[in-house]
């Protein structure tokens, strides 16, 4: 089977769907899927570059907001395009915009099978653009025009979580709906939780810093924590709101509320792994998250989390139980939990081992195997 993955920009750094290409690609290859990428060129020097690579978008006055965004759109070229398309069996859309809309319609034409993934959110974009109320009617506007441009030519979707699905059949969409993680790496033996860090406890914050990842809840939290002196921030990612966040916890140190100075930083994979096995808890404040790998990935070492429940937020299906879930945007909420776990270190450390348990229910590999029999069942119909 040959398998076209279409999308924008596969490798912007910090960008969660650009992690999940860089997984999705080389899993279906070894599945014995051929799986070729049809993406905007990559700017890295030496870097691998895209099956069919396309030139790059550049919006005149946003550029800069998009790329802090670590975003980028890929310029339609139809010659490329119909390539591309006619060396396909399957055509797997991964965004809305006019790249797969474009895609999804030569598609169409040729007889291919097309199949699409919901990675992000209408919330996502206007968020970003300063536009934050998620019942905005521009919210509807484009979630109306990804439908009808992009998604309605395919058979089949791809849904990362349950509330991805309820999303999708509240606005109208008529295709069959899999719910299918896209999957963290798994270990074949067990890992086990370690003894985190003491005194300082690390409270380690990963996503982009942007609006709709509200790292400024964690950041408003210390002002209500009975133990913010013993805490110290982490803050892994990049965005347009690092400098603001860097003054807020600048603030807090100044005020006495923290007694440790918040680290900010982009981390390596493995990095990160390390970081997550130091921290005592592992804080996900999204109002707006279509899956967090990212807050996966720290249960997977071990780390307990906190996490923000909403009704865009689906994070929050990775609680194990109410202790690690608070509502969104409340701060006050965020430090009665943190403290109950900082009081209750036993219970912590069992849990710990708990949540790494129960991320081996999110193998990639399970995922791959899922995708791939999508794939046959667009085929089939």
Known sequence: MKVLIVCNNAFTKGNGLQTVIQSLIPYLRMSGIEARLMSARNEAENGIQPDYPLEHFRFPIFDSLIASHSYGFARIDEDIIREAVNWADVVHIQEGFPLEAKTARIAEKAGKAIVGTFHLYTQNILANALIERKDNILNDILMHIWKKEAYDYCSDIHC?????????????????????????????TKILATEPQSDPLILLCIGRFAHEK???TLINAMKHSRHADRIQLYFAGKGPLEDEYRKETDRLLKNGILKHKAVFGFYKADELRELAR???LNIHCATVE????????????????????????????????????????????????????????????????????????????????????????????
Not at 169 to 175: H, S
Not at 322 to 348: N, T
Request: charged residues 30%; glycine residues 4%.
């Open 278 to 280: 130091k921290a005592y």
């Open 290 to 381: 279509v899956e967090g790998l990212s807050c996966l990935e720290a249960i997977r070492e071990g780390t307990v989390p906190v996490i923000a429940e909403g009704y865009l937020a689906a994070t929050s299906q990775f609680a194990l139980d109410r202790r690690s879930i608070f509502p969104e945007k409340d701060a006050a909420a965020l430090a009665e939990r943190i403290d109950w776990w900082i009081e209750h270190p036993e219970d912590r450390m069992i849990m710990g081992q708990e949540y790494a348990d129960s991320a081996r229910r999110y193998d990639i590999n399970d995922s791959i195997s899922e995708i791939i029999r999508m794939y046959y069942t667009a085929l089939a119909s």
């Open 160 to 188: 990362p979580t349950e509330t991805v699905r309820k999303h999708l059949v509240a606005n109208g969409f008529k295709a069959r709906m899999k719910v299918i993680s896209n999957g963290i790496d798994i270990p074949r």
């Open 214 to 216: 509200s790292q400024i």
